[in-house]
């Protein structure tokens, strides 16, 4: 089977097991990871290789600029404190931890080591975590926090992780340099992001209204910001999330109704195949990864696996209850800007916490020699712990968080009727911001225009109190 044949048939796979997913409601990339565990046992199939190029590449610039692209920057910029808080400092703290562990239970484990493992478990997945909770009403802010965390958490990672490399590939590191280096490689990143996103929004006013046009270059985007930062030796991650998010708040400007349609469309279909693809090669990788695993039985590599699962897991709702209230406790300003929440949103953040493709891309990144041409140390344990880690955090809480919402009636009451209102008041404005940019030229006569314009504004003022009393 060559690997047109293959891409082909688990992109078929892909899609009939979405089919199934909704009937069964079992959240899609559980299916597609457990689908692919047991085809990857199946005897006689040819083994399925991922270069680890091929996975941040090809994957990882489209699923992080659309995630840019899908968030609400507003919400984002409402919620960057808790944001920033899990982003890189739970990241740091379950790396420390994990590295900690690690180092303590597996022999000749070094700190090292434990390091790199941390910063490759330590992120988890956007992907899993917002089809989980799809269609379940859970509140916005949930959301909005823990797609802000997948956007940033993954820099985090895969700084600390480089870091974890080179200590181990030079035998050299220097906590404070490593400190100074972060910051700059991360400026420097954010920086790059902007550049791109500054010239791309030439480039979209250049191409105007070529919906087919428009459509390619948001394809190549993504690979473009990720390639040239990359290119300088800095976080990829970081420029593409920054040139997607520049870029998401200027949407309205940039596109046309027609191409606005066309090109959320496309991404759809490109987002939802890249992601089932993913899903189910991390199934795939399984049998191959213990096969290699020398050096450790199968026991063993199991209990080391479920012990820093565990780790990971306890961390995280370690972390996000001291993190959601001890600022309140001492910031009036956060008691009076932000909402206090629940202790059952609180459980809800921190049991949230799957993983997936960053950690399985950061797992096959890892060189198969030193610079001495010696084998990389531990290399296949890393491998089938991240792999473990992955497929016990996406399995056990992505099944078990729809039981945990409702148990703890963590649900956002929507009213239709608001939601409406709402909707038309949008609508009304875009008509509004159309005629003046369109027909204000002496294109329609301005007692014509006067009129349209005077009904619209009239229609939102009206919605402007309904809504206003709906809240009261």
């Known amino acids: 089977m060559n690997p047109t044949e293959l891409v082909t048939g688990l992109l078929g796979i892909t899609t009939l097991l979405a089919a199934v997913a909704r009937q069964t409601r079992i959240s899609y990339p559980i299916l597609l990871v457990i689908v692919g565990l047991l085809i990857g046992w199946i005897p006689g199939l040819p083994p399925v290789v991922l270069a680890p190029d091929t996975v941040f590449l090809i994957f990882l610039p489209p699923l992080l600029y659309a995630a840019a692209w899908q968030i609400d920057n507003r919400e984002l910029k409402l919620y960057s404190r ?196 993913v899903f189910i090669l991390i199934g795939l990788q399984l049998p191959m990864i213990v096969a290699n695993l020398n050096g450790y039985t199968l026991p063993q590599a199991v209990g080391y696996a479920l012990m820093v699962s565990a780790v990971a897991i306890i961390c995280r709702l370690v972390w996000v209850f001291p993190g959601a209230y001890l600022p309140r406790w001492f910031s009036a300003d956060i008691r009076k800007k932000e909402p206090k929440p ?69 649900r956002e009451q929507i009213d239709e009727k608001k939601e409406e209102r709402m909707l038309r008041r949008k609508m009304a404005q875009q008509v509004i911001t159309h005629l003046e940019a369109n027909h204000s030229a002496g294109s329609v006569h301005d007692d014509v225009l006067s009129y349209v314009k005077n009904t619209y504004e009239l229609r939102i003022n009206e919605l402007n109190g309904m809504l206003r009393a709906s809240t009261r």
């Open 82 to 277: 808790p944001v920033s808080l899990l982003a890189v400092g739970l990241v740091l703290f379950t790396a420390t931890v994990v590295a900690l562990v690690a180092h303590a239970i597996i022999p000749g484990f070094s700190l090292a080591q434990g390091y790199l493992l941390g910063a490759i478990v330590a992120p988890p997945d956007a992907v899993a975590a917002s089809s989980v909770t799809r269609g379940l009403n859970v509140p916005k802010r949930i959301m909005t926090v823990l797609e802000g965390e997948s956007l940033i958490n993954d820099a985090s990672s895969l700084i600390i992780y480089r870091y974890g490399l080179a200590a181990i590939l030079t035998s050299q590191f220097v906590l404070w340099e490593a400190g100074l280096q972060f910051i700059g490689i991360a400026l420097v990143s954010v920086s790059i992001g902007l550049a791109i996103g500054w010239l791309m929004l030439w480039v979209h006013r250049a191409i105007g209204k070529d919906t087919v046009t428009s459509t390619a270059v948001t394809l190549l985007t993504p690979y473009g910001s990720y390639l040239i930062a990359e290119n300088f030796h800095l976080s990829g991650v970081l420029a593409v999330v920054t040139t997607g998010l520049f870029l998401s708040v200027r949407i309205s400007e940039l596109f046309t109704d027609q191409i606005r349609l066309q090109t959320n469309a496309v991404w759809e279909v490109v987002i939802f195949l890249f992601n089932g693809l």
């Open 342 to 410: 629940s202790w059952q949103q609180v459980t809800v953040l921190g049991w949230a916490g799957m993983r997936g493709i960053v950690s399985l891309a950061g797992a096959l990144a890892l060189p198969n020699t030193l610079l001495n041409s010696q084998p990389f140390p531990a290399r296949d344990l890393i491998l089938f712990i991240t792999f473990i880690v992955i497929l016990v955090t996406l399995v056990l809480q992505g099944l078990t968080l729809p039981v945990l919402i409702d148990v703890l009636r963590v």
